[in-house]
């Protein structure tokens, strides 16, 4: 049995279309590790160019076909490292494996554009927070602050005018029993 598949036809068939995303690259690897088609236009690579051991130890894990053996990080063809899929394909007792691959950085680059917008978004909502409860802080502190001095400048017979704190919470009710006391 002899199965003869043109080259050309075979990449006509396998690259798609990169306007939409990351490029994805496709090509079959026959069982003895060597490219049997490629994302290169170059026919002389083919059947001549065996993969490197990273790559083809894909092809001796699952020999069912049809079968994925999920997503793998490796080396590609072109030595960066990439994400892809690799899929045992059985032809007549031949075994294949197709590769579909997308280079690493650019399968993560959405990932890492959200990364750091998040970051970002963490660092804005920090410094935010950390104005807020300043600002929180200072309005209970500063009138306990000024009650306390009060406190010891009358115990010591330095003052005896009232003291004023313009809130009406505790601290106003506080700084209003106090001078309750003093008058």
Same mark, same amino acid.
């Given at each position: 049995?002899?199965? +003869?598949?043109?080259? +050309?036809? =075979?990449? $006509?068939?396998?690259? =798609?279309?990169?306007?939409? !995303?990351? +490029? ?20 002389? /690579? ?15 894990? $699952?020999?069912?076909?049809? *079968? ?9 063809? $072109?030595?960066?490292?990439? =994400?892809?899929?690799?899929t045992p394909i059985?032809?007549?007792?031949? +075994?294949?494996?197709?590769?579909? /691959? ?13 990364? /750091?917008?998040?970051? !970002? ?11 807020? *409860? ?11 602050? *000024?009650? *306390? @001095? %009060? ?7 330095? @003052? #005896? /005018?009232?003291?004023?704190?313009? %809130?009406e919470n505790e601290?106003?009710?506080?700084? $209003?029993?106090? #001078?309750? =006391?003093?008058?």
């Amino acid at each position: 049995f002899a199965l +003869q598949i043109k080259p +050309q036809q =075979m990449l $006509d068939i396998l690259v =798609m279309d990169t306007a939409r !995303g990351p +490029q994805v690259n496709h090509y079959l690897v026959g069982s003895d590790g060597f490219l049997r088609s490629g994302e290169s236009r170059h026919e002389q /690579e083919f059947l001549n160019r065996k993969l490197k051991a990273d790559i083809t130890g894909h092809l001796r894990r $699952d020999r069912t076909a049809g *079968s994925t053996l999920g997503i793998q990080r490796y080396y590609g063809l $072109d030595g960066k490292r990439v =994400m892809g899929i690799v899929t045992p394909i059985t032809l007549d007792n031949i +075994q294949w494996a197709l590769f579909s /691959e997308v280079n690493e950085d650019e399968a993560l680059a959405s990932a890492q554009k959200l990364a /750091e917008f998040t970051l !970002g978004l963490v660092l804005i909502v920090v410094v935010i927070v950390l104005v807020a *409860s300043s600002l929180v802080s200072r309005r209970i502190v500063d009138p306990i602050q *000024s009650l *306390s @001095k %009060s406190a010891l400048d009358i115990a010591e017979g330095r @003052k #005896n /005018e009232p003291v004023e704190v313009a %809130s009406e919470n505790e601290i106003g009710k506080l700084a $209003d029993a106090f #001078n309750y =006391m003093v008058n």
